[in-house]
């Protein structure tokens, strides 16, 4: 079992940055994040293994930066140049095992979520 609290959304302007946090009950291989908008899927955001190696979804590529904190057991995003488009709630995700992709069906820890509100 792996407890998950994320934290730092907000609402800002477009251009801005936010830093998310997930804090973890427990070490995992793989941890996430996931992001769902109004009427839309969950999509990932980028991922993170045990070994430090990252995949990032296409659309956040060269702004947002996902990294951990090993001895805090705490996941962080980092988010700068921020669209309106990245508006939605953002949720941490973690698994033990492989494969550790950005699809939603392979994790099975979830956090409650923090908003991301982006306005022009």
């Known amino acids: 079992q792996v407890r998950l609290v994320e934290s730092g959304g907000g609402s800002v302007q477009a251009g801005e940055s936010l830093r998310l946090s997930c804090a973890a009950s427990?070490?995992?291989?793989?941890m996430g994040w996931f992001r769902q908008a109004p009427g839309k899927q969950r999509e990932g955001v980028a991922a993170?293994?045990?070994?430090?190696?990252?995949t990032y979804a296409a659309f956040v590529k060269g702004r947002f930066n996902i990294s951990k904190d090993i001895d805090k057991n705490t996941l962080y995003l980092q988010m700068n140049s921020l669209k309106p488009e990245d508006t939605a709630m953002y949720y941490c995700?973690?698994?033990?095992?492989?494969?550790?992709?950005?699809?939603?069906?392979?994790?099975?820890?979830w956090g409650q979520g923090t908003q991301v509100t982006v306005s022009s």
């Open positions: 995700a973690a698994d033990l095992n492989f494969p550790c992709s950005l699809l939603r069906y392979d994790y099975n820890y």
């Open positions: 427990r070490s995992s291989y793989c």
């Open positions: 993170i293994r045990s070994d430090a190696s990252t």
